[in-house]
């Protein structure tokens, strides 16, 4: 198992029908923010319930978050609040052969986490849930009217970009 920022680790015989709570201590929310190249993560919470199918485990809750982030128009950072559903399910790991085709996956196989063994890292898929809930083209607050100052906010935007797009149409 590679090493987690956000280590728990369940054992199947261990699971029942009770709800888990996942919550994120200082040091693992650094750790994830330095992860996902954000400036903080301030809170990271999650409830899910195990549900043993045979040896799959399917993993359904809510994850709940509040980060903050830099917008890519202004360069300011900003709160970004979180509030998501898990779903997934660990699966045995399966030996892989690399196909000589490319290959097309269920809507059902994409949130699919293998483990081996006997156990499943149930925080690595909490910070994986993270990750992508994580807008990576969010804007702050102040992000229009940056793009209002340049130029490019409105149809008739000016500058050397918004002239050249214009170029582009009319052919």
Known sequence: ????????VVKLRQIDA???RIEADAEERAALAE????????????DVT?????????????LE??????CGISGEDFPVRIDEPIALRFVPEVAHTVPDEEIELEESEL???EYTGDVLDLGEAIAQSLGLAIDPYATGPNADAVRKE???LEEGATGP???ALRALKKD
């Open 65 to 70: 978050a509040d980060i903050v982030q830099t």
């Open 35 to 46: 992860r996902f190249g954000i400036v903080a993560v301030d809170r990271l919470a999650a």
């Open 18 to 20: 009770r709800p888990i």
């Open 150 to 152: 340049a130029g490019i």
């Open 161 to 163: 970009l918004a002239e």
């Open 50 to 62: 195990l549900e043993r199918e045979g040896e799959d485990v399917a993993v359904s809750g809510r």
């Open 1 to 8: 198992m590679s090493e987690s920022e956000l280590p728990r």
């Open 111 to 113: 949130d699919e986490i």
